[in-house]
């Protein structure tokens, strides 16, 4: 369906997607998103509160979903091998923040701006803390039916895993040719394994 075509919500998702891709969250206004969607602002507001309840839609709706599997792995504990769905997990979580990242990066520069943006993610029920908190539910789920030692803690192995994919995509932003030195699945296999020999 050419971009005209498509109904308003999704033009205005992409939109906002390819603006925050391209000139930050911080510096991407709703007039300049309605303007790249085709639309009026008035006609943006129509579907979305405020420009930080569009950029949790883009999160959700436009990048890799590590919170549904999560919940989905928490709901059904001994599904799948630890091991299969830890690499899951770090291959999912890894692409979500490579791709998030050079969105939010720039609200970083205006720290008034952040403390705006984080009390409107904690109004929404929102924040970079979510996903830790889902992958320690999920670790705790598994311990308690035995795959995960008794002694382990999973909101440290949840924030190891996590941290790891978050600077993956931060660390190697900045060298050179700006690539990881492993791929992504051989990163993911690599953090999940050494992650399970403190686990199991």
Do not use: W
């Not at 603006?19 to 510096?27: D, E, F, H, K, S």
């Not at 930080?52 to 599997?69: A, D, G, H, N, Y």
């Not at 989905?72 to 299969?84: F, K, M």
């Not at 039916?145 to 440290?156: K, L």
């Amino acid at each position: 369906m050419p971009p005209q075509q498509q109904p308003a919500r999704p033009r205005i998702l992409d939109a906002a997607h390819q603006l925050m891709l391209t000139v930050g969250l911080a510096r991407t206004t709703t007039k300049e998103i309605a303007r790249a969607a085709g639309c009026s602002e008035a006609a943006l507001y129509k579907y979305f509160r405020s420009k930080e309840e569009l950029f949790i839609s883009v999160l959700k709706e436009r990048l890799p979903q590590l919170t549904p599997l999560l919940e989905q792995l928490v709901a059904e504990p001994g599904r799948g091998s630890l091991e299969a769905n830890l690499t899951e997990i770090a291959r999912v979580a890894a692409l979500f923040y490579e791709q998030s990242f050079p969105i939010a990066a720039s609200l970083y520069a205006e720290m008034q701006l952040k403390r705006r943006h984080d009390a409107a993610l904690r109004e929404l029920g929102s924040g970079p803390h979510r996903p830790i908190e889902g992958l320690s539910a999920y670790l705790r789920a598994e311990q308690q039916i035995g795959r995960v030692r008794a002694d382990a803690d999973p909101f440290a192995a949840a924030s190891l895993l996590l941290g790891a994919c978050s600077q993956r995509a931060y660390a190697y932003e900045m060298t050179e040719d700006g690539r990881p030195p492993q791929l992504l699945d051989r990163f993911a296999e690599s953090i999940a394994r050494t992650l399970l020999l403190g686990l199991s």
